[in-house]
T-cell receptor
Framework: ETGVTQTPRHLVMGMTNKKSLKCEQHLGHNAMYWYKQSAKKPLELMFVYNFKEQTENNSVPSRFSPECPNSSHLFLHLHTLQPEDSALYLC???????????????FGPGTRLTVL | AQSVTQLDSHVSVSEGTPVLLRCNYSSSYSPSLFWYVQHPNKGLQLLLKYTSAATLVKGINGFEAEFKKSETSFHLTKPSAHMSDAAEYFCVVSDLWGAGNNRKLIWGLGTSLAVNP
């Protein structure tokens, strides 16, 4: 596997279910991100992990719970979601620090989530 | 605060004709700028980036972008469109955050490019 992988690619869940999204990066980066992509809206940054420490939480509801056990893996635990949470959830990684040049992020294919 | 504006939500061109996707930004710092592409049901792929080196940046698949500080623009161009270029394109400016040189990405709303045969 190369780059950033995400599983599952598609997920349908009821409002009372608990599920988890998984992301893995094979690029040796030290930062990982969760984004939410909804139609007609800018990409929304949800969480940032830098060296496994959460450094940003953009006022995300507590029904979304991130977990970063190491610098290569990132999870997003979901419980009691709402229909408006249906979206494409994207994981990304980057190398931060050092010269700071570029800092482009590399994205996984996303998980298409539908909440019924 | 930094921001990015993509001037067209939808662009339609004929195959073989030039592509122009417009992007303006505001930045208090010396910005880094990116263009990403997203094909249907795919993740985001980096097309090209500007990081204060040459103002004309060449990317993948024949795309280019020119950084014009006086116009605060970073328009994406391609001389000849191909059917496979049909996708959503995002202009992104990076913003310094936290300690050191960490950067947060500020995203435009995207431009949908259609290529007609």
């Amino acid at each position: 596997e190369t780059g950033v992988t995400q599983t599952p690619r598609h997920l349908v869940m009821g409002m009372t279910n608990k599920k988890s999204l998984k992301c893995e990066q094979h690029l040796g980066h030290n930062a990982m991100y969760w984004y939410k992509q909804s139609a007609k809206k800018p990409l929304e940054l949800m969480f940032v992990y830098n060296f496994k420490e959460q450094t940003e939480n953009n006022s995300v509801p507590s029904r979304f719970s991130p977990e970063c056990p190491n610098s290569s893996h990132l999870f997003l635990h979901l419980h009691t979601l709402q229909p408006e949470d249906s979206a494409l959830y994207l994981c990304a990684s980057s190398q931060v620090g050092g010269t700071g040049v570029g800092n482009e992020q590399f994205f996984g294919p996303g998980t298409r989530l539908t909440v019924l | 605060a930094q921001s990015v504006t993509q001037l067209d939500s939808h662009v339609s061109v004929s195959e073989g004709t030039p592509v122009l996707l417009r992007c303006n930004y505001s930045s208090s710092y010396s910005p880094s700028l990116f263009w990403y592409v997203q094909h249907p049901n795919k993740g985001l792929q980096l097309l090209l980036k500007y990081t204060s080196a040459a103002t004309l940046v060449k990317g993948i698949n024949g795309f280019e972008a020119e950084f014009k500080k006086s116009e605060t623009s970073f328009h994406l161009t391609k001389p000849s469109a191909h059917m496979s270029d049909a996708a959503e394109y995002f202009c992104v400016v990076s913003d310094l955050w936290g300690a050191g040189n960490n950067r947060k990405l500020i995203w435009g709303l995207g431009t949908s490019l259609a290529v007609n045969p």
